[in-house]
């Protein structure tokens, strides 16, 4: 299992890692492979409404933040000429036309319904906002297995800001001791750290490899299977 845990745990045993009695989850490329389309969708609406873009390295740098700061990467939109609402609502609408690219990952939402199963407390906590989690759960069918969701619209400070992660730990009335974030951005593992939760980084969503590990996560995961070994799921 590709384990890698803060220097001080480093020679810790795998048999020796706590047993998180919370289990807080990001959506986009954790549970769900959407890289790609997140990047097309942003690809698109800068062309549309600003005539520019980015390179496609540079746009996935930027998933996991929420749309709305999204659509102003290049500066407030009225300076384009246009409107951040219109953009939001267009790069929706180019998400929904794609959905059937929208890929679940099966063996990770399988985890994510295990360990509710098993007693753990269980909360999203996502960049998404109102409305595209509003498209996103019902094809994910996991809302009968989460305690709480946290978006973007429910903060004054998104992710990597730690407020979202701290919101869910009181509507779950947990500590920070007691819980695991599991998310794939540098944004996520900066808000896990903030808010002293325990971090693990998965390396099949948005973020490379090497820059989850410059963040210095408690766990790193490169397949979901080594997920459900760290949680203890059978």
């Known amino acids: 299992m590709s384990l890698v845990v803060s220097a001080d745990a480093e020679s810790s045993p795998t048999n020796q890692i706590p047993q998180f009695s919370t289990l807080l989850w990001d959506i986009d490329g954790t549970l769900i492979d959407t890289t ?26 930027i998933i996991g933040r929420p749309l709305s700061e999204q659509v102003r990467i290049f500066g407030e939109p009225e300076q384009w000429g246009t409107n951040p609402d219109e953009m939001e609502a267009e790069f929706i609408r180019y998400w929904e036309a794609r959905r059937h690219e929208e890929r679940l990952i099966p063996e990770v939402i399988q985890t994510l319904i295990a360990g509710k199963q098993a007693g753990r407390k269980t909360a999203l906590v996502t960049s998404k906002n109102h409305a595209e989690i509003a498209n996103t759960l ?27 992660v701290k919101l869910a730990l009181r509507l779950l009335e947990s500590n920070s001791e007691q819980a695991l974030f599991i998310a794939d951005t540098v944004y996520d593992m900066r808000a896990g750290k903030a808010a002293a939760v325990k971090r693990c980084a998965v390396t099949w969503g948005a973020a490379p490899r090497e820059n989850l590990l410059a963040e210095e996560p408690d766990f790193i995961c490169d397949d979901p299977s080594e997920l459900r070994n760290l949680l203890g799921i059978a």
């Open 36 to 61: 790609h389309l997140v990047a097309a969708g942003l690809d698109h609406v800068y062309r549309k409404f600003l005539g520019r873009t980015m390179p496609l390295s540079d746009i996935r740098a």
């Open 138 to 164: 019902p094809r994910m069918e996991i809302a009968d297995f989460v305690d709480a969701i946290i978006t973007a619209d429910d903060v004054t400070n998104p992710k990597p800001d730690p407020e979202g």
